[in-house]
């Protein structure tokens, strides 16, 4: 449970980054036995370039502490959002932590918001969110994959998470978040191919005072079409930003702001295409960014 609060000393069962250098660290759970490939329990060793560690000698130490092994040494620390990402297995393809300050930012979250995130994938980003909105708030985590999203489940509970994040296989393209959401987000985030088909679930999904909306996409047509489809509802584009101040391409990020219902109402009445004021307005601002 090392994730969920801040810890002095090692106990069995914590997950632990073993630090060699800035490009060589690695992630693992104290355990001092483990099965072998017969099924059987054996002592825990982790293997490095550095040598062999008994995983039983953790047990006790202080994160920060530097560690012998066989042929070296290396420093054991608490992980956080951040070292994570750099050493967790990946089960998909991840947001690295540049773009997760830029999302988490942009979301407006604060401690004891409700943010819906879609898909959930190696579980980079949600560790980010769980950070930002705990201990009270929640994170709804959704994954269309049923495998994955067992994993991620088991990951988040051995981490201290289970609190905060909630995790559910569903493929939210086709049958939204579901009706326990309806009505409670403050913001939501996306991370999927066909973005563009979960705007009006989005819309349904945030509370009554509006919320923040984000989206990342690998493809300029991704991201093209989820403002198209914004656009579709009667949407303002008020900015579409290509900046190119890194040395590499990572993906578009798009966000949204949804308004509170009263101003929604306002905008509506005076859009000229709808001079009944009944067209119900969806979501106005959408910024575009390209990493």
């Excluded at 017969?38 to 008994?54: C, D, I, S, W």
Aim: overall charge negative.
């Amino acid at each position: 449970m090392s994730f969920s609060r801040d810890k002095t000393e090692i106990d069995e069962g914590d997950t632990v980054i073993l630090y060699l250098s800035a490009s060589n660290m690695h992630a693992f759970r104290v355990q001092p036995t483990i099965k072998n490939k017969h099924g059987e329990l054996v002592e825990n060793v982790f293997q490095t370039t550095y040598g062999a560690l008994k995983v039983a000698s953790l047990v006790g130490v202080k994160f920060g502490s530097k560690v012998q092994m066989s042929r070296g040494w290396a420093f054991v620390l608490q992980p956080n959002p951040e070292l994570w990402t750099l050493t967790l297995p990946h089960r998909t393809q991840i947001i690295y932590t540049a773009d997760i300050s830029l999302i988490v930012f942009h979301l407006e979250l604060r401690p004891g918001s409700f943010v819906v995130e879609s898909g959930t994938g190696s579980g980079s980003l949600t560790h980010a969110l769980a950070r930002r909105v705990g201990p009270h708030g929640t994170v709804r985590t959704f994954d269309f994959h049923d495998q994955r999203a067992q994993i991620a489940t088991e990951e988040f509970a051995q981490h201290g998470l289970s609190n905060v994040v909630q995790v559910a296989c569903r493929d939210v393209s086709c049958d939204g978040f579901g009706e326990d959401v309806q009505g409670r987000a403050d913001a939501v985030f996306l991370d999927l191919p066909h973005p563009w088909l979960v705007v009006h679930h989005t819309v349904a999904a945030f509370k009554s005072d509006g919320g923040r909306f984000a989206s990342f996409s690998p493809c300029i047509e991704q991201r093209s079409q989820t403002v198209a489809s914004d656009s579709s509802d009667k949407l303002e584009l008020v900015c579409t930003n290509y900046q190119n101040t890194m040395p590499g391409h990572t993906g578009y990020l798009t966000f949204a702001t949804l308004p509170p219902v009263w101003a929604r109402n306002i905008s509506s009445s005076a859009c000229p295409s709808d001079p009944d004021g009944d067209d119900g307005g969806s979501a106005p601002v959408i910024e575009t960014a390209g990493l």
